[in-house]
């Protein structure tokens, strides 16, 4: 299929003008497979985030979609399988080892490489996490393929070939990258970057397992110990259907409570931009944006937040966008869908209180009635 | 202890254009910086070099202009500089780069005494991937402790060292060996001024500059746009919303009016959304 009776590449004038002349040997890597991360028994949302990218690559190219499942033997792994599966999946792959409990980089790089040599992917897809992160650099230089990081789009060429589109420069340009002549083809794809698709019900298909070639001995880091996130301090932004933030307009640290307040009364997450993060008032894990968290939610109300190209590439997800800002020439407004042009400061009170008499229990039997 | 942090040059995100017909990013006139991840990295460095004693190598791979930034590291108070230049590595997507580095780094041990610790920062503005980090590690075989949060102890004669590493939902306690390659997080600590004594120092300071010959490297079919599996094919700009934002009027009208008619104008585009805010909020 790929490139059989193509023209010889042109003569370098510059890589980019260059066709993907695929050596021998990697003619025979087919497939889409997608890394479930699995943490302490809880499948990571991207994971099923990129079944459904995936779902899509893997129809272009007519082939299947396979779930990757690295993880502790035990009921938590065979989780993980069901729910790939409930994401469409067409197979799954396991290895599962006590060793691949807690995460560190040797063991799960290994498993994962072991996996690719033996059944040969033509795309890896990888959150980027954490974790994504640090396997997915391990494993792309053990094998020595290319990896494109953060992408925001992904596609298929006529050709075969995975376009990967991502952010660069701090989010001001996209540009679209291909692996040449080395497979698999890997991407990383920030959680909430793409939409989570529909569960399937469908039955459990293909199963393949392989067993992990490694024991402690060979392993030099160990574990002493992990401490949870207090479910308080969690900032669960990413995946909240109703978000607050507040940005430099709202002029001091003793205003971020205007902006709390408005989230209480919704039942909604709360974060911030970058300079509140950078000044110390909010914490790192509540900054929205390139550099921050990306989020999707139903309603988004930005407070006193200009919309600079990096806060937006963070929030274009959002059904609603809602803009409070004193200058009606703020960027944000290029791409928010309501717009007030007011002060912050006094506007959010006002607003608090109009929420909680519209959504009162008392207002709230109206609505039934 | 010896430790080497790598740091790139970057452009100053913010001020970025592409070209309309060529499609290229235009770069003349742009500031550059050092990649603000690679400060933390570098702050980290010295903070264990003050603590500890030994030597920081900074150590970048760039044009020849990219000597400025490994001068401003200089001022921060790193003992060395290293500058990896050469028109081989021109066009290096991180594989080549992290080949490139991970030879001057094995060069720069034989040289100067091996490394404990090689730092990288988290990702970079321009390229961004996160990935030269962990490629260092591999082919050096060092031991890969990324996204840090804390280095919490190092006992340098059992090679051994003890970090606190992110992950999604805590905190990993980990202990491994070194020499190990470290990615920080941002924030990790407070970055410090430069001293005017180190100023000084970093005017007059010779960088010492290889090519990849003098770097060792022999395989050059590894480096440069001929080592790099990945290819930039298109960058463009993002494309604006056709339609600008509905305004809300706010001319002679209360506080309290102007609330009402905003979660009205939210209700009729998310019709749904009354319902479950209703259910679970307030
Ligand atoms: C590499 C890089 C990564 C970055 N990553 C991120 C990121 O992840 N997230 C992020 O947010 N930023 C990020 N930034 C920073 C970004 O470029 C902007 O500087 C930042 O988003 C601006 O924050 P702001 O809108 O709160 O402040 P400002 O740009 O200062 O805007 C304040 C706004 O408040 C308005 N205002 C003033 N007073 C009031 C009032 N009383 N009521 C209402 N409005 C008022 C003003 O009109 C103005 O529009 C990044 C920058 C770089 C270089
Ligand atoms: N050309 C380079 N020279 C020195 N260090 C680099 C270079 N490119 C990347 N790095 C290091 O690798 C880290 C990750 O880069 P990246 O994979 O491009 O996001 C950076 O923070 C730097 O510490």
């Known amino acids: 299929m790929l490139n059989a009776n193509r023209e010889p590449p042109p003569p370098a004038a510059g890589r980019a003008g260059m066709k993907k002349d695929l050596p021998e040997h990697f003619k025979d890597y087919h497939h889409v497979w997608v890394f479930i991360e699995l943490e302490r028994g809880q499948v990571h949302p991207v994971s099923f985030e990129l079944l459904g990218e995936g779902r899509k690559l893997a129809d272009k190219l007519g082939v299947q979609l396979a779930g990757v499942v690295l993880g502790p033997p035990g009921e938590a ?121 529909q569960r399937v019900e469908k039955p459990v298909g293909r199963i393949v397992e ?79 944006g390139q550099t921050g968290k990306t989020i999707r939610p139903k309603l988004y109300i930005a407070a006193g937040i200009s919309g600079a190209i990096q806060h937006r590439v963070g929030v274009e997800g959002a059904d609603l966008i809602v803009a409070i800002n004193t200058n009606p020439n703020a960027p944000i407004f290029d791409f928010a869908h309501v717009g007030i042009a007011t002060d912050a400061i006094r506007f959010l009170p006002a607003l608090t209180e109009a929420f909680t008499r519209r959504l009162s229990p008392h207002s709230r039997d109206k609505l039934a009635s | 202890m010896h430790i080497v942090v790598c740091i790139k040059q970057v452009p100053d995100s913010a001020q970025i254009r592409v070209h309309p017909v060529t499609n290229t990013i235009m770069r003349q006139g742009v500031p550059t910086i050092i990649n603000p991840y690679d400060l933390f990295a570098l702050e980290e460095a010295l903070r264990l070099r003050d603590a500890d004693g030994g030597e920081v190598t900074v150590l970048t791979m760039g044009p020849p202009m990219a000597e400025d930034a490994l001068r401003k590291a200089l001022t921060y108070g790193a003992d060395r500089a290293v500058l990896l230049t050469d028109r081989y590595f021109a066009g290096s997507d991180t594989l080549a780069t992290s080949f490139a580095l991970s030879q001057a780094i094995a060069k720069i041990g034989e040289t100067f005494g091996p490394p404990d610790i090689v730092f990288t920062g988290k990702q970079t503005i321009d390229g961004d ?44 306690m980990l202990k491994s060996k070194l020499p190990c390659l470290i990615t920080v997080l941002e924030g990790i600590n407070e970055i410090r001024r430069g001293s005017l004594q180190d100023a000084l120092r970093a005017a007059r300071s010779e960088i010492v500059t290889w ?24 960058v463009f700009a993002p494309t604006g919303r056709a339609e600008k934002s509905v305004q809300i009027d706010t001319a002679d009208k209360a506080l309290r009016d102007l609330a009402d008619e905003l979660i009205a104008a939210i209700f009729t585009r998310q019709p749904a959304l009354e319902h479950e805010l209703a259910c679970d909020g307030a």
């Open chain 2, 211 to 234: 090519s990849a010959a003098d770097a060792g490297i022999d395989d050059l079919t590894k480096c440069g746009l001929r080592g790099s599996p990945t290819v930039v094919k298109r």
């Open chain 1, 77 to 197: 792994s065979w989780h993980a399988v069901a729910e790939a599966f409930a994401y469409d999946a067409d197979l799954v792959y396991i290895v599962e080892a006590p060793l691949l409990g807690d995460y560190r980089n040797e063991p799960f790089t290994k498993a994962m490489t072991d996996l690719v040599n033996t059944y040969k992917p033509e795309i890896l897809l990888l959150g980027a996490t954490m974790r994504g992160r640090d396997l997915a650099g391990s494993v792309a230089t053990t094998l020595l393929t290319g990896l494109t990081a953060d992408c925001t789009e992904l596609d298929v060429d006529p050709d075969g070939s995975l376009a990967a589109t991502r952010p660069t420069f701090g989010g001001s340009l996209l540009c679209t990258i291909y692996t040449l002549n080395c497979r698999p083809q890997m991407a990383t794809v920030r959680p909430r970057v793409m939409a989570l698709p």
């Open chain 1, 210 to 288: 392989l067993k992990l070639s490694m024991v402690e001995d060979e392993i030099v880091t160990k574990v002493l110990g992990f401490l949870p996130d207090a479910q308080s301090a969690k900032a669960n932004l990413a995946y909240a259907d109703v978000v607050i933030a507040g940005g430099l307009g709202l002029g001091g640290a003793e205003n971020l409570q205007l902006v709390t307040k408005l989230a209480r009364a919704l039942g909604a997450e709360y974060g911030c931009s970058r300079p509140l993060v950078q000044k110390g008032w909010m914490p790192a894990e509540r900054q929205i």
């Open chain 2, 129 to 172: 991937t996160a990935q030269v980090g962990p490629g260092i590690a591999k082919r050096l075989e060092l031991m890969q402790l990324t996204y840090i949060a804390k280095i919490a102890s190092i006992d340098l004669d059992a090679h051994e060292i003890t970090v606190e590493r992110r992950s999604e939902s805590g905190t990993q």
